[in-house]
């Protein structure tokens, strides 16, 4: 097991910079999930802790030691791919040893080990077949015990779930999450699924244009995003934001109107001095919406389409020309309203000014 640490890393793709300073610590044991919009700089990032890229500048460090120059196979990693790349004329059993075999470990050891993967993932039946012999998820999991065999000190995956169908998702998500507990080594995922982020990690690194906007347990991004990206990034369905401006500020406290329901007036606790006339963007979840008469302000909206799932509906409104969803409580006799009022709880705002940073 391997703590890891990364040091003002930047990388360049010819003229290009992609990542742009990169610091983070993760600590022995931790799980940690990089997520971000396609293009962010995620994989490159995990290439380069996996010596499958190199690094323009910066250092890293695995288990303490400076690992810029050491080969991928002596760094003490495995990587899982979302392709899974089995050999196909190879048993599962002659998959998940290959390597080892390749490497001269001694027969016994190699036994050994493939058997006890085999045991973690629960694949011991499947042993014998092929590849082509066995389902997506199948696949996956002899691909992930090929990655154990060789008792890495760090394991990267690279959104080893996203060719799997949503149910495979889920089950082989909760099976990375046991595996995880199970063995306690340090793991870095990337993946752009945050239900993946919020329910795999200890912490969870917010990237955008090869910038880290913000590391931190999930519960701390969910509750307490950094700035608008992170608030807009973080939460399913994401969270809503409503052009609005300050009508009165005082210290601590400010009103604000909605720029399409000017009527609708919030008073909300502000952490950053505004001023009245400014514009701000005020975020709320589609979960945090309360009942009409429950908030600080009311605010109807017009339905476009309503979604009723059993045990929540979402409704997807309109308010002048935004647009915003509202996750309620199913609601039986909610028949073809067209309008719907619901309540505005401040405490469960967010206001963000011009540039996305929080104002409170
Ligand atoms: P996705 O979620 O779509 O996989 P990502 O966040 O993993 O995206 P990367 O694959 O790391 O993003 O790519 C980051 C940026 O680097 C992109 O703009 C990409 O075009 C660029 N890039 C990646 N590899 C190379 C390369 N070999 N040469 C030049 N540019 C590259």
């Known amino acids: 097991m391997a703590e890891l640490s990364l040091t003002n890393i930047v990388k360049r793709f010819g003229g290009f910079e992609i990542i742009h300073g990169a610091n983070l610590e993760v600590k022995d044991g931790e799980f940690v999930v990089f997520v971000g919009p396609s293009g962010c700089g995620k994989s490159t990032l995990l290439r380069m802790i996996a010596g499958l890229e190199d690094i323009t500048s910066g250092e890293l460090r695995i288990g303490g030691k400076v690992v810029n120059d050491v080969e991928p196979a002596d760094r003490g ?22 390597g080892l075999r390749m490497n001269g470990n001694p027969k016994a050891d190699t036994e050994r080990r493939v058997s006890h993967v085999a045991d973690i993932l629960q694949i011991t039946e499947l042993m014998k077949r092929r590849p082509k012999q066995l389902s997506g998820g199948q696949r996956q999991r002899v691909a992930i015990g090929r990655a154990i065999v060789r008792e890495p000190e760090v394991f990267l995956f690279d959104e080893p779930l996203s060719n799997l169908d949503a149910e495979l998702r889920v089950q082989m998500r909760v099976e990375i999450s046991r595996l995880h507990k199970q063995l306690g080594t340090t793991m870095i995922y990337v993946t752009h699924d945050q239900t993946e982020a919020m329910t795999l990690a200890d912490r969870i690194v917010v ?8 590391i931190g347990a999930p519960l701390d991004l ?18 809503n934001f409503l052009t609005a401006v300050v009508v009165e500020a005082q210290p601590g406290r400010a009103v604000i109107a909605l720029e399409s329901n000017p009527e609708t007036r919030l008073p909300v606790p502000i952490a950053e001095p ?3 006339g400014t514009k701000v963007t005020l975020g709320i979840r589609p979960e945090h919406f309360a009942d009409a ?50 309540g505005l709880p401040a405490r469960h705002t967010f206001l963000f000014d011009g540039a996305g940073k929080r104002l409170r």
Not at 207 to 214: K, S
Request: no cysteine; aromatic share 8%.
């Open 293 to 342: 008469g429950a908030g600080d302000a009311d605010l109807t909206v017009a339905i476009d389409v309503a979604e009723h799932l059993g045990n929540t509906s979402y409704i997807y409104a309109a308010i002048g020309s935004e647009q915003l969803i509202i996750e309620r409580p199913e609601s039986r006799t909610a028949g073809n309203r067209e309008t719907l009022t619901v």
């Open 274 to 276: 505004v001023e009245a």
């Open 222 to 239: 969910y509750d307490d995003p950094a700035n608008q990206f992170v608030a807009g990034f973080v939460g399913s369905p994401k969270m």
């Open 77 to 98: 990693i495995a990587m899982v791919f979302q392709s899974y790349a089995l050999y196909p004329h190879l048993t599962v059993e002659e998959n998940l040893s290959f």
């Open 207 to 214: 990237l955008r244009a090869g910038n880290i906007e913000q």
